[in-house]
T-cell receptor
Framework: AQSVAQPEDQVNVAEGNPLTVKCTYS??????LFWYVQYPNRGLQFLLK??????LVKGSYGFEAEFNKSQTSFHLKKPSALVSDSALYFC???????????FGKGTMLLVSP | DSGVTQTPKHLITATGQRVTLRCSPR?????VYWYQQSLDQGLQFLIQ???????AKGNILERFSAQQFPDLHSELNLSSLELGDSALYFC??????????????FGEGSRLTVL
């Protein structure tokens, strides 16, 4: 069965500094990986996805993610954090039956002014 | 705005009761997914419907059921409610029934509190 792990419950970073939110995955076959963001009292919003191709994937709001097959990781990154980036971030993997996404437990990102 | 509409936004009820949560997918989307979000379990997939038919089932309790109607809206029925059912219930939609490359569009959720 597919799974993702987000090892950090919370990440704290100062505004203007680079940020990384970690995700590792376990799949049989080719991984299809996603990042979603949830702002307070809102639903999840799609940020970016890795299907195939370049290991560095660019997404919405200046975020990017680096796919590393040897380390089975798909870390979310941003060169310069904004206070408005503070939110709950979810990593997800497509399941073997193609029908659903399996989400990690989420990482709360707090960006301080 | 994702285009997915969920009602009600908030619901408070008592143990043993039954509630119905409603979801209208984005225009043109045929697939509807239900997820439960709680502090201890995270985001758990419950069930998926595609064009009125059940497509996939996740960690959905027998006390819970869902359906998708001809107009493509979906309802999630929760019965014999327990305190542990208190959670945020999300509906999501997509165009296709399989997600090799696609993304899900989420509603803002229905927060259920069982007292």
């Amino acid at each position: 069965a597919q799974s993702v792990a987000q090892p950090e419950d919370q990440v704290n970073v100062a505004e203007g500094n680079p940020l990384t939110v970690k995700c590792t995955y376990s799949v049989s076959g080719n991984p299809y990986l996603f990042w979603y963001v949830q702002y307070p009292n809102r639903g999840l919003q799609f940020l970016l996805k890795y299907i195939t191709g370049d290991n560095l994937v660019k997404g919405s709001y200046g975020f990017e993610a680096e796919f590393n097959k040897s380390q089975t990781s798909f870390h979310l990154k941003k060169p310069s954090a904004l206070v408005s980036d503070s939110a709950l971030y979810f990593c997800a993997v497509r399941d073997g039956g193609y029908s659903t996404l399996t989400f990690g437990k989420g990482t709360m990102l707090l960006v301080s002014p | 705005d994702s285009g997915v509409t969920q009602t009600p936004k908030h619901l408070i009820t008592a143990t043993g009761q039954r509630v119905t949560l409603r979801c209208s997918p984005r225009s043109g989307d045929l697939s509807v997914y239900w997820y439960q979000q709680s502090l201890d379990q995270g985001l758990q997939f419950l069930i998926q419907y595609y064009n009125g038919e059940e497509r996939a089932k996740g960690n959905i309790l027998e006390r819970f059921s869902a359906q998708q109607f001809p107009d493509l809206h979906s309802e999630l029925n929760l019965s014999s409610l327990e305190l542990g059912d208190s959670a945020l219930y999300f509906c999501a939609s997509s165009v296709v029934d399989r997600l090799p490359t696609g993304e899900l569009f989420f509603g803002e959720g229905s927060r259920l509190t069982v007292l």
